[in-house]
């Protein structure tokens, strides 16, 4: 047996992990060169892993490809899909799951899970092709809300979300047309009733998209929570940067600086600081609403609002903070949203009296 024989029979053998290592493979390419939505680099790769595994899709549909047997002639196409999803889901995760509730970001971790595993467990080349597609459009949904207000309407909030929504409707119906054009796949009654399927998957991946985008669990991207917490202190230097005082995070809670339990005298001040990204050339005004818990009542009470602008263009985020005065113990939290009230972003904590001054670190902000 030759080299390349004996190299496509060890990864026809291994298939599936070749599969799942490929797609994190292109997870971690993208986590470490594409930081900026805005950048016109991410955007090419983005659109470029969207052409790519769309052609995988239309090749493997080909009436020709599906009555191959042979695995050489679908490996790399597969492989390259893969990639390009890992890739794009990447990004989605970057601006997604940073932001908004934790609800929202282990939705979007089971979504790259679902991706992981999806197909591998799929009998029918139809199963495969509508798990395929289903992806894609996924992709494409939450890659045409970060794009469509970057690049072609400029601005930030619901008519951009539901522009998004129509920009991604009409690639997908384009795609499908051209998928049948070049395949033939939805011609027959069997056909026609794989398209019904087609087209159904697309219209519930949008409805629960909107569901999720409109009951705040995921965030209103291209808006994207970089940093947050809660401060003893906060004071702006004359370089511009910002001296803040806080207390640390258990070791354990490594995802986050600040603890979140806060713990107060007597008049104590609280600062609530976040940092928001937003593209070039893209401002729009975000708020910080101060909430405590009512236990009795079991709900939360905004007891302060602060409003200030933003503008787009720092990698790092827009900073900003607000205080709040003479803080009293309690569960509190402080939302970060927009002026429409879409969340970006919550820090939650619990303030404890004390008669002692608590353990403070210093940074820089």
Not at 28 to 53: E, G, M, Q, T
Not at 128 to 146: A, G, H, K
Not at 185 to 204: K, N, P
Not at 329 to 354: H, N
């Amino acid at each position: 047996m030759s080299r390349p024989d004996g190299f496509l029979a060890f990864l026809d053998r291994h298939e599936r992990a070749v599969s799942v290592a490929t797609m994190v493979g292109g997870f971690c390419f993208d986590l470490i060169i594409a930081k900026r939505p805005d950048s016109v680099f991410v955007n090419v790769l983005l659109l470029s892993y969207l052409l790519i595994s769309a052609g995988v899709i239309v090749y493997l549909a080909r009436p020709s490809r599906r009555a191959s047997k042979d695995p050489a002639t679908t490996l790399a196409p597969i492989l390259s899909m893969k990639f390009a999803f890992g890739g794009l889901a990447s990004n989605m995760l970057i601006l997604y799951g940073k932001s908004g509730t934790p609800a929202g970001s282990l939705l979007f971790l089971g979504v790259l899970v679902a991706m992981l595993i999806g197909n591998e467990f799929l009998k029918t080349k139809y199963d495969q092709l509508r798990f395929n597609m289903s992806v894609w459009y996924v992709l494409l949904l939450t890659y045409c809300v970060i794009a469509v207000p970057t690049w072609i309407v400029h601005d930030i909030g619901t008519a951009a979300f539901i522009e998004s929504n129509a920009v991604s409707l009409v690639v997908a119906l384009v795609f499908i047309i051209v998928l049948h054009g070049t395949t033939r796949i939805f011609s027959g009654r069997e056909g026609r009733r794989h398209l019904t399927h087609a087209l159904l998957m697309i219209a519930s991946v949008l409805a629960l998209f909107n569901l999720l985008y409109f009951t705040n669990i995921i965030p209103p991207v291209p808006l994207a929570l970089r940093d947050d917490g809660i401060y003893h202190l906060i004071v702006r230097n004359a370089d511009g940067s910002y001296g803040a005082q806080y207390e640390q995070a258990p070791s354990w809670q490594f995802w986050h600086t600040t603890s979140d339990i806060f713990t107060a005298g007597a008049g104590s001040d609280a600062y609530c600081w976040s940092s928001v990204f937003a593209p070039t050339g893209l401002g729009t005004p975000i708020r910080h609403r101060w909430e405590l818990y009512d236990a009795p009542t079991q709900t939360w009470n905004t007891i302060a609002v602060v409003e200030f602008p933003i503008s787009g263009g720092r990698e790092e985020g827009y900073r900003g903070y607000s205080m709040k005065q003479n803080i009293i113990p309690g569960q509190w939290r402080c939302d970060v949203e927009t002026e429409s009230g879409a969340l970006i972003g919550r820090v939650s904590f619990d303030v404890i009296p004390s008669t002692t001054s608590p353990t403070l670190s210093s940074t820089t902000l």
